[in-house]
Structure formats: structure tokens, C-alpha cells
């Protein structure tokens, strides 16, 4: 099984449309998890983190984190042409130094 | 100006051949980074460097070699490239007190013919 598991995508949504994106990982000693934006030709820069399960909002995004099954979400509300980009969760532990980064889902929202 | 800087932006090479990617930061962070990026596979860890003295070999350092030359800049070299060395090649930092932030250059892109 790989550490870190994403939906492959790509993913092609009209304007406005909600958007779920997911990674599920196998590591249990993660405690930091992530969202990365990379925009095409772009390094990824970081869009939300959050130390625990439970939601954390932040204007039309809200990262969702379930501790027990594994898994988190991301949750893009009326998106946005400026939306599309190739969003890479990412995780870390509290006694590793390095990230280890899904594979990413390409994201296309259609005006 | 950017923050993250990575030269060159693109390069074509052929097989055999040594190449140096360079990278700077004026962030002012203790830690840096090199990664590849390919299509499925996402970004995989090369090398890191958590101060001028401190290399670190991360998942997929075979036929790569770095050099910390100073607290700003982080090269990386493919010291004979081969074509499954073409790849999107990402420089990071990180300041030493960030958990969750790396800060990432444009890439550079490199053919490996």
C-alpha cells in the first residue's frame, strides 16, 4: 500500500460547482496535514494546514481531517476559473523533518 | 523578485553528460530541498539540507549529488544524466520554526536525451 494515496483526476467542474478533493494515507504517526495550489509551469505553494481532525475554514476553502479512517478532504465552495491548478495534500509527522506529498489532482473549472 | 529562485528554467541534455541545476534563497532559511516531479508519481524527495553542513540523502538520491555552498544556495548535479532523469525538478526552503510551510521555486524542467 503507498503511504499516500490521492483521486487521480483530472477533474473538470463548471464555475461555481463544489469541488471535493481527497488523499487517504497509511502513516498513523502524521500529525501535520496539508494543501498544497501548484499552478501550471509553478512551484506549489502552500493553501491550508491544519494539527487535527475536524474542519478548518478559510474563505471557499475548508480542509476537512478524519483522523480515524485515515483521510482528508479538501472542499472548494462556488469555484472558480482561477481555481484550476493541481492541488498535492501533504503530510508530516512530528518527528520526521521531511513532507511526503501526494500525487496530485489536476483541477479545471470551466467558465 | 522571488523569493525562491532556480536556474536555468529549462534544459535539454544528452545521455552521459554532467549538469548542475542551481538554486537561491532570500528567505533566509536554515533548511532546502530538491525534488522531481513526475506526471503520477508526484514529488519525490532527493536531497535536503537542514544548514551549510548537513546533507541529507532523501528517497531517490542515486545518481544525484548536491553541494550547500552557502545558507542561500542549495545545486544540485546529475553527475552522468540518463533519460529517465527527465523530469520537473523543484528547489524548497523552509525556515527551521515553519511545520507546514515549504517555499517552493518555479522548477526547472529537464530532457534527458
Known amino acids: 500500500q503507498k503511504e499516500v494515496e490521492q483521486d487521480p483526476g483530472p477533474l473538470s467542474v463548471p464555475e461555481g460547482a463544489i469541488v471535493s478533493l481527497n488523499c487517504t494515507y497509511s502513516?498513523?504517526?502524521?500529525?501535520?496535514f496539508m494543501w498544497y495550489r501548484q499552478y501550471s509551469r509553478k512551484g506549489p505553494e502552500l493553501l491550508m494546514y491544519?494539527?487535527?481532525?475536524g474542519n478548518k475554514e478559510d474563505g471557499r476553502f475548508t480542509a476537512q481531517v478524519d483522523k480515524s479512517s485515515k483521510y482528508i478532504s479538501l472542499f472548494i465552495r462556488d469555484s472558480q476559473p482561477s481555481d484550476s491548478a493541481t492541488y498535492l495534500c501533504?503530510?508530516?509527522?512530528?518527528?520526521?523533518?521531511?513532507?511526503?506529498f501526494g500525487p496530485g489532482t489536476r483541477l479545471s473549472v470551466l467558465p | 523578485d522571488a523569493d525562491v529562485t532556480q536556474t536555468p528554467r529549462n534544459r535539454i541534455t544528452k545521455t552521459g553528460k554532467r549538469i548542475m541545476l542551481e538554486c537561491s534563497q532570500t528567505?533566509?532559511?536554515?533548511?532546502m530541498y530538491w525534488y522531481r516531479q513526475d506526471p503520477g508519481l508526484g514529488l519525490r524527495l532527493i536531497y535536503y539540507?537542514?544548514?551549510?553542513?548537513?546533507?541529507n540523502k532523501g528517497e531517490i538520491s542515486d545518481g544525484y549529488s548536491v553541494s550547500r555552498q552557502a545558507q542561500a544556495k542549495f545545486s544540485l548535479s546529475l553527475e552522468s544524466a540518463i533519460p529517465n532523469q527527465t523530469a520537473l525538478y523543484f528547489c524548497?526552503?523552509?525556515?527551521?520554526?515553519?511545520?507546514?510551510?515549504?517555499?517552493f521555486g518555479p522548477g526547472t524542467r529537464l530532457l534527458v536525451l
Open positions: 501533504a503530510f508530516r509527522d512530528n518527528y520526521g523533518q521531511n513532507f511526503v
Open positions: 502513516n498513523s504517526a502524521f500529525q501535520y
Open positions: 491544519t494539527y487535527s481532525s
Open positions: 528567505k533566509g532559511h536554515d533548511r
Open positions: 539540507s537542514f544548514d551549510v553542513k548537513d546533507i
Open positions: 524548497a526552503s523552509q525556515g527551521a520554526a515553519d511545520q507546514e510551510t515549504q517555499y
